[in-house]
């Protein structure tokens, strides 16, 4: 895998509460070492891949030998796309791999999640490679571990009727969690190759759900610049954007503190 980017910062003092978070995704895998607030930021890194890795963090483990001493809590995020809600009423839990195979054709090899969503009243039912999940629990048997899209629904504010647009971008795909009313719409992961990809995805939610492009807030974080010409295609044609940002400070990093915003999320689950 290629390093896109790595953050390193020495913290004021000795702390043994510290956390690692960690993303891991088919062509990508990301890393954080923070406090366990979430605020302080000691170490980030970043790869993606041309093509699907079956352990993606065992490579990146091999290149960062620190990930293997001991923390505090460790923190994973699996950003599998074979992801589906379903209301609390309507959840089986003998029925969710049946459910989840029904929509997205699973193979043998996989695990089948299921974590509910409080604020929400759903259950998240995803999938992730069975081989990775098992190697990451022998790995880190203190680990916790979420669906992105559970903790981005977490992060999502939807009691406005005007409705809410959760995006965070990776280089290849990009997942929306939308909200308005007080219900939750949507949580999916959406392939990109142009700008004109992801105007078409939102468009489309908001055309489904009767959101307005002039009222609806558009939050964005992930790798997305403003100079780029994603966002110039999304500033023609929604008002209210903003770029969610990271909390954690970290003086040092030249990198737009939206980029890891995601990863922060995760990190404060600790917290």
Not at 52 to 61: A, F, K, Q, R, T
Not at 243 to 250: D, K, L, V, Y
Request: aromatic share 12%; proline share 4%.
């Amino acid at each position: 895998m290629k390093q896109l980017f790595h953050i390193e910062q020495k913290p004021d003092t000795e702390t043994s509460q510290q956390v690692l978070s960690i993303r891991v995704g088919e062509k990508h895998c990301c890393f954080a070492v923070t406090d366990i607030s979430g605020d302080e930021l000691y170490q980030l890194a970043y790869y993606a891949a041309d093509k699907p890795d079956e352990n993606p963090l065992s490579g990146i483990m091999d290149q960062h030998p620190e990930l293997k001493n001991s923390f505090y809590k460790v923190l994973v995020s699996y950003d599998y796309p074979q992801s589906t809600l379903v209301p609390v009423q309507h959840y089986k839990h003998e029925d969710a791999a049946l459910l989840l195979k029904s929509i997205y054709g699973l193979n043998g090899n996989t695990s089948v999640i299921s974590e509910p969503i409080s604020e929400w009243q759903v259950n998240n039912i995803y999938s992730v490679p069975k081989d990775l999940h098992e190697w990451i629990s022998r790995k880190f048997n203190i680990g916790k571990y979420w669906h992105q899209h559970t903790i981005g629904a977490k992060n999502i504010k939807g009691a406005d009727d005007n409705g809410h647009l959760l995006v965070d971008f990776r280089t290849e795909d990009f997942t929306v969690q939308a909200a308005a009313g007080g219900k939750l719409l949507l949580t999916q992961t959406f392939l990109y190759a142009t700008p004109e990809d992801v105007l078409y995805y939102l468009l489309k939610i908001c055309q489904q759900f009767n959101l307005s492009q002039q009222l609806v807030q558009l939050s964005l974080s992930g790798l997305i610049d403003q100079q780029s010409a994603l966002y110039k295609e999304l500033y023609q044609y929604f008002i209210h954007i903003e770029f969610r940002e990271a909390a954690w400070s970290n003086s040092e990093s030249e990198f737009p503190a939206h980029f890891f915003t995601s990863l922060n999320d995760l990190a404060r689950c600790a917290s």
